[in-house]
């Protein structure tokens, strides 16, 4: 099976659309149908269903797709490999990571790593922890750094930090002017929490029932853009780790208040891999610093 026909089936199943497809690809729409009957031809099945509403997969087009997706990103892997092997220093690194660690954590680590190694390229997507391990398992992700990992055995924690959290808001609410505060004031007030898919909101809710707390959300937004923008309107509480908003805290948009000691135990930031697949020097670089940032977390 041709790398071209099956690169070019993938973009079509990631676009849903030839045009599209063929815009990424910068390519006529015709070049791509005819890689896609060649390979309906090795195939023996229909791969797509082209209707009024666009293109759909069908059965054999959504196995294929997963499939393309994995053996594309292990044929980028070798060659990041023969790379390392000439001393090229180049690769990409796919990074699915929670939000609330981009700006404080991940972003200067990248910057430096930039630095140090030009020719790198960095693939960073926002994900909750199931996210992450689904995308560790399939191999679109190479690196995962999420709140409350999840254990798994194939699923390999390299490093963990500790991260306290704040009660977060805008500097004219009620309790902005507080040294520190319990979860029994922050129910009192209309709260902004992600769901209970995500592990912090699940270590918030267990630590506020030890405490005959009930924390009942006005609004339940995954988006850290959103939770920011609801606390900086004077429309909710966040509770967050305080890199999430130092720039917002720093330019006076926002106040970040301490939980009184013991109210809330600190969360642990994981760093993932899947335990089974080689690294390229491109991952294991960023590893090296993600990790020396998190012990630096304590």
């Not at 092997?85 to 660690?101: D, F, P, Q, Y």
């Not at 404080?104 to 020719?119: D, I, K, Y």
């Not at 970040?256 to 993932?272: F, I, K, M, Y």
Request: some cysteine; glycine content about 8%; aromatic content about 4%.
């Amino acid at each position: 099976m041709h790398w071209r026909a099956l690169h070019y089936f993938d973009t079509v199943a990631r676009c849903r659309s030839l045009r599209e497809a063929a815009a990424r690809l910068h390519i006529a729409p015709t070049a791509i149908s005819r890689q896609i009957d060649l390979l309906e031809h090795q195939l023996g099945a229909p791969l797509l269903e082209r209707g009024p509403g666009g293109i759909r997969l069908t059965s054999a087009g959504e196995l294929l797709a997963v499939q393309a997706r994995r053996t594309l990103r292990d044929l980028e892997r070798v060659q990041e490999q023969i790379g390392d092997l000439k001393g090229l220093r180049t690769g990409r690194v796919s990074l699915r990571v929670a939000e609330g660690v981009v700006a404080g954590l991940l972003a200067p680590v990248l910057a430096e790593l930039n630095e140090r190694h030009p020719r790198l390229r960095f693939d960073i997507q926002i994900a909750s922890a199931g996210g992450i391990v689904e995308a560790l398992r399939s191999g679109d992700a190479d690196i995962g750094l999420t709140f409350f990992m999840p254990r798994h055995d194939d699923i390999q924690p390299l490093a963990s930090g500790r991260l306290e959290h704040h009660a977060v808001m805008a500097p004219g609410h009620p309790l902005a002017e507080a040294g520190e505060l319990i979860l029994a004031e922050l129910a009192e007030h209309p709260l902004a929490l992600p769901d209970e898919h995500y592990g912090v909101r699940q270590a918030l809710d267990a630590a506020a029932r030890e405490r005959g707390v009930t924390l009942t959300p006005t609004f339940h937004a995954a988006s850290l853009e959103t939770q920011k923008a609801l606390a900086m309107a004077g429309a909710a509480l966040l509770i967050l780790p305080p890199m999430a908003v130092a720039r917002e805290c720093r330019d006076g948009q926002l106040v970040s208040v301490p939980l009184a000691p013991g109210e809330l135990p600190p969360t642990r930031l994981d760093l993932c891999v899947h335990r089974h697949r080689p690294r390229s020097f491109a991952s294991e670089a960023c590893l090296g610093l993600l990790a020396s940032a998190l012990q630096d977390l304590g």
